[in-house]
């Protein structure tokens, strides 16, 4: 059950708030940290199960901001709409939580295919639809998507990762047009491979292979991700608004 977020008052809490998913691992853990040394209140979800989102508030509160912690599964939306209960304020939306599973499509059971689209896809949908309510009634806002290059390139024996990653892309287009009248932003952020716990369970063959597919012969870090979700979300991006960015060692060229 995801507790109701404890309520921001924006004339006793003049910093921005900021509502990051999969907060208790590389790169969502990056972010919260990234926000909080803007000395933003940082409201950190990841399932209850987690014990990291303890860990991260007292690093959080180490930086002079502040932290909620608000667990919950993103893939129920039940659960998101009582964190949001008790959220009358919202800056920034960053959607980061994620699974990742490798599989040949033949051996993906339907659990499978629907675990993956309802964490990456509906997650990321439940958490929008709450926060685009209040972004709409403040006109102001900022919602950053995580994708992936995958959902650009699509990828063997990750293909339902890739289809939600794919979908992430197109929902955010669409959200930012549908937001832009409301003056809310809504970006996205296409990691390549970064070195966090969900690649590093994928051995160290995989990272070597990884790297070697990137121009810049590396994976990059959490840092080099929420610096990049950090700008969007802020007034320097201000006329930036359904953009799919590539922090990917050059591995996707656009434009
Ligand atoms: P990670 O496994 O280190 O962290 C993901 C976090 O999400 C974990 O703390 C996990 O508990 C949490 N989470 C998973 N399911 C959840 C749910 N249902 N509700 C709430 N929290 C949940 O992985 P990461 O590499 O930091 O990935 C973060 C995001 O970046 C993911 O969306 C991932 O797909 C994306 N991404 C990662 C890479 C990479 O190479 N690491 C590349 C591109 C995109």
């Known amino acids: 059950m995801m507790q109701p977020a404890e309520s921001f008052d924006p004339a006793r809490d003049s910093a921005m708030t900021c509502l990051v998913t999969g907060a208790g691992s590389g790169i969502g853990r990056a972010i919260a940290l990234a926000f909080a040394?803007?000395?933003?209140?940082?409201?950190v979800n990841d399932l209850p199960s987690s014990a990291a989102l303890y860990e991260l508030r007292e690093d959080i509160e180490a930086l002079g901001a502040r932290c909620t912690i608000a667990a919950g599964d993103v893939a129920d939306p039940e659960c998101v709409r009582q964190l949001f209960a008790g959220i009358e304020w919202l800056d920034v939306l960053v959607n980061n939580a994620g699974i990742l599973q490798e599989s040949p499509v033949t051996e993906i059971t339907d659990a499978a295919w629907?675990?993956?689209i309802k964490v990456h896809l509906y997650g990321a949908f439940h958490f929008s639809r709450e926060a685009a309510r209040l972004m709409k009634q403040q006109r102001h806002g900022a919602i950053v998507n995580i994708a992936s290059d995958l959902g650009q390139l699509g990828c063997e024996n990750l293909s339902h990762y890739s289809a939600a990653k794919g979908g992430i892309i197109a929902f955010t287009k669409s959200l930012a047009r549908e937001l832009a009248p409301h003056g809310a932003r809504v970006n996205a952020v296409a990691p390549g491979g970064v070195l966090t716990p969900m690649v590093e369970?994928?051995?160290?063959?995989?990272?070597?292979?990884?790297?070697?597919?990137?121009?810049?012969k590396r994976l990059g870090t959490p840092d080099e991700i929420a610096e990049v979700v950090r700008f969007?979300?802020?007034?320097a991006a201000s006329f930036m608004t359904g953009q799919i960015v590539g922090v990917n060692g050059g591995g996707v060229m656009n434009g």
């Not at 369970?201 to 810049?216: F, K, M, N, S, T």
């Not at 969007?232 to 007034?235: A, C, H, K, P």
């Open 37 to 43: 040394r803007e000395r933003a209140h940082v409201i």
């Open 114 to 116: 629907d675990r993956m």
């Open 232 to 235: 969007l979300s802020s007034d």
């Open 201 to 216: 369970a994928l051995g160290d063959r995989y990272v070597e292979a990884e790297a070697a597919r990137y121009p810049l």
